[in-house]
C-alpha cells in the first residue's frame, strides 16, 4: 500500500521531453516522454528513466514498459501536469505489479 502522493515539475522543454517526477510512500517514478515536435503523439515514447523507475518500485519490465508507452502516448496527458499526477496516482495505487 502507497501513502501519501506528491508530483513534481512537469515540463516540455525544446527538446521535446516531457518530465516529471512522482513519489509515493517513499518510492518514486520518474516520468519521462520522448514528445515529437507535433502535438500529436506520432513519435512519443516513454524514455529508458521512466521505464527503469517503474521497475525499482516493483513493477515487471514488460508490465512497466506496457504503463510508460501507456502514458507517453496518451494525447490528453501531453501538457496535462493535473492529468498526469492522476493517471501515476491510479497506476501505483492499483499496483499490478
Known sequence: SFGTAAFGHNAQHHHHHTHGTFAQGGQQVIVSCYRGPWNDVIWDRPNAVF?????????????????????????????????????MQRILREGNR
Open 51 to 87: 521505464i527503469d523507475s517503474l521497475v525499482a518500485v516493483g513493477y515487471q519490465y514488460e508490465r512497466a514498459y506496457a504503463i510508460a508507452r501507456r502514458v507517453c502516448r496518451d494525447d490528453a496527458l501531453v501538457g496535462n501536469t493535473e492529468g498526469l499526477r492522476r493517471t
